[in-house]
Nanobody, 120 residues
Framework: QVQLVESGGGLVQAGGSLRLSCAASGRTFSSYTMGWFRQAPGKEREFVAKISRNGISIHYADSVKGRFTISRDNAKNTVYLQMNGLKPEDTAVYVC?????????????WGQGSQVTVSS
């Protein structure tokens, strides 16, 4: 069982930056691919970024490529999402999720989410 808790959301002006953190419980954090997703009001949840358990393999959605950076610290059981150059369309609830390395496409554990609001 893995519990995920996000933090770091808030209100920021367009062009600004935020850093989200996702702290995981348990001693097997390094066994999981970690992903960030977001859901805007009235829209479906969408993939943002993911990072492999050793941090070597990273993927981003085209909409955030070049602006967002995902990273992880396995010693701290934490994954981060650095968001720069924020746009109003980035406004959403951001959720982190964990997928065991044996099934890296299947996210079994989800956090509660952190609201990010970007004003124009």
């Amino acid at each position: 069982q893995v519990q995920l808790v996000e933090s770091g959301g808030g209100l920021v002006q367009a062009g600004g930056s935020l850093r989200l953190s996702c702290a995981a419980s348990g001693r097997t954090f390094s066994s999981y691919t970690m992903g960030w997703f977001r859901q805007a009001p009235g829209k479906e949840r969408e993939f943002v970024a993911k990072i492999s358990r050793n941090g070597i393999s990273i993927h981003y959605a085209d909409s955030v490529k070049g602006r967002f950076t995902i990273s992880r610290d396995n010693a701290k059981n934490t994954v981060y999402l650095q968001m720069n150059g924020l746009k109003p369309e980035d406004t959403a609830v951001y959720v982190c999720a964990a997928a065991h390395w044996t099934s890296p496409q299947k996210y079994d554990y989800w956090g509660q989410g952190s609201q990010v609001t970007v004003s124009s």
